[in-house]
């Protein structure tokens, strides 16, 4: 499994920008797809997660202003990021959740100014 992920940049407090992961290759034991991010000097953290049921699940912090969502045809994953705040300034990072295997995609960086 490859994953190639998007979108990242500077915006602006308040502003908005689309993250995309796209996967390739042997996915057919897919579960889910997330999104984490890394902030310098900061652990990973989990930030959103939609599963192949399309089920949901947000950090709290991100809940109301990212949404999580997928193009099953393409097999691409998205992030949605409204109403970004300097915190959500990291390297964001797309991750399959297989059956056996979790397989991360490069980081995108994305940063907000205030």
């Known amino acids: 499994v490859q994953l190639q992920a998007s979108g990242g940049g500077l915006v602006q407090a308040g502003g908005s920008l689309r993250l995309s992961c796209a996967a390739s290759?042997?996915?057919?034991?897919?579960?889910?797809m997330g999104w984490f991010r890394q902030a310098p000097g900061k652990q990973r953290e989990f930030v959103a997660r939609?599963?192949?049921?399309?089920?949901?699940t947000y950090l709290n912090s991100v809940k109301g202003r990212f949404i999580i969502s997928r193009d099953k045809a393409k097999n691409t994953v998205y992030l949605q990021m409204n109403s970004l705040k300097s915190e959500d300034t990291a390297v964001y990072y797309c991750?399959?959740?297989?059956?056996?295997?979790?397989?991360w995609g490069q980081g995108t960086q994305v940063t907000v100014s205030s």
């Open positions: 290759g042997s996915i057919a034991s897919l579960n889910a």
């Open positions: 939609i599963t192949i049921s399309d089920s949901t």
């Open positions: 991750q399959y959740i297989g059956d056996s295997q979790f397989v």
